[in-house]
Every structure is written in C-alpha cells, then in structure tokens.
C-alpha cells in the first residue's frame, strides 16, 4: 500500500495520477481537474456518468458557479456545508474545460472530513469519485481499496476516522425545478432553497418527502450523479 502525506499527494496529483483519501461518506478517488480521464480510466466508469468537484472551503468553489446560481449557492452552503450535500450548479463560463457532464453543469461538495479539507487546501479542488471500480461495491477501508487500486497512491495516516459509508444527497441549483436526489440522510430537516424567478423551494423534513413552495411547482426525481 501507497501511503502519502499531503505534499507528496500534492506532487502525485500535478504528476496527472490520482490520490485516494477519506472523507464523510465514502473514501474518494481524485484529480487535479484538468486530468479527469485518469479516474475514468482506474475506475473504468462510464464516461457519461459525471464527477463531483470537491473543494476545502466555500471561495475555492465559488468561481465554478455561474453568476445565477451564485446567491443561492452561497446561502446553502453556509447551512449546509461542510458535510454530505452535493449541490448541481449551472457552472460559470470560464470553467467550462474542466466540465464532465454533457449539460454544462458541475456537482460542488465540501466534505465533513479533517483530512479531505487539508489535503484540497493543499491541492485546490478535486475532481472526485467514489474509491470503488464502476459497478463493484468498493471497501471502507484504505486497506481493502489498496486491492482494488494497487497502483495508486493512498492519503494517510490510517486508520482513517469513521465515516457514514453512504453517498452524498444530490440537489440540483438549475432554474428548471428539478431536484436529484441519491440518497436521504443528511438530515431529517433539510431545507433548501430556491429563489425567484425560478422558484422558491423548501424541502422540510426530506425522509417523508415533505416539499412546500410558492407557487406550486411540479418535481422531477432523477439519479443522473
């Protein structure tokens, strides 16, 4: 097993390789942004399946957002981050090289993770996926990972701090009212918010699928992160 620090992660990830690390939820496979296809091809992931852009603080992401979605970004983030939220965004024009999704969008999170948020101070945010190959269940552990990737470099020290072994909730930003949704458990009450002209949304205790807006709107579930 690869074990690395923070600087060594760093050299590793301008070298175009990526680094495995722990966060809140389930251990991450990451990348300098502009070296995306490397996770595609260790994860062997469907290329139409997006990444999440992972950052240490709200003004690493900040520049990612395009300036409609900005005001709304920052309010629920300063609710809801650090922690297992991933938020959809109309990313920003001038960051749309990085982009894996095929609709000009970007899915931003911040980890509830000591080490996660050191180690992307120390690199600038991180195109990320989940530590397992596509369509396996992958290990929680650096240990079981370091089976999977034998070749990559793993962020110590372990072991690394507990984590919820379960994937972020998605939520969508976009001015049509589409909400994604992957999987409930951030907490039993959520509220998120959507302002005119698009709509204003609050989702009030999401493990019953309590949603009040004004005016009604209608909401399509998807699962396309």
């Known amino acids: ?20 690390f722990p966060t809140d939820t389930l251990p ?55 922690g297992a939220l991933t938020m959809v965004v109309p990313a920003s024009e001038k960051q749309t090289s990085i982009l894996t999704s095929n609709d000009l969008t970007l899915g931003l999170r911040i980890p509830n993770s000591y080490i996660a948020q050191s180690l992307i101070k120390e690199t600038g945010p991180l195109l990320t996926s989940s530590a397992n190959i596509s369509g396996c269940s992958g290990s929680m552990t650096a240990e079981g990972i370091a ?46 918010e959507r302002k005119q002209p698009s709509a204003i949304v609050k989702m009030v205790t999401v493990s019953e699928f309590t949603f009040h807006n004004s005016p009604p709107l209608s909401f399509k579930f998807v699962s396309l992160w």
């Open 1 to 20: 097993m690869n074990l690395v620090d923070c600087k060594t992660a760093l050299k590793t990830l301008k070298s175009g390789l990526p680094i495995i």
């Open 147 to 192: 089976l999977d990737f034998p070749s990559v470099k793993i962020l110590g020290p372990i072991p690394w701090d507990k984590s919820s072994g379960k994937a972020s909730t998605v939520i969508s930003l976009m001015s049509i009212s589409t909400i994604l949704l992957q999987s409930i458990f951030v907490t039993n009450s959520l509220v998120a």
């Open 28 to 82: 991450a496979i990451g990348c300098l942004p502009k070296f995306s296809n490397i996770i595609y091809e260790f994860k062997k992931r469907d290329r139409n399946k997006p990444l999440i852009l992972m950052g240490s603080e709200q003004k690493q992401l900040i520049d990612y957002v395009h300036e409609s979605a900005k005001e709304d970004y920052e309010n629920i983030a300063s609710k809801y981050w650090p």
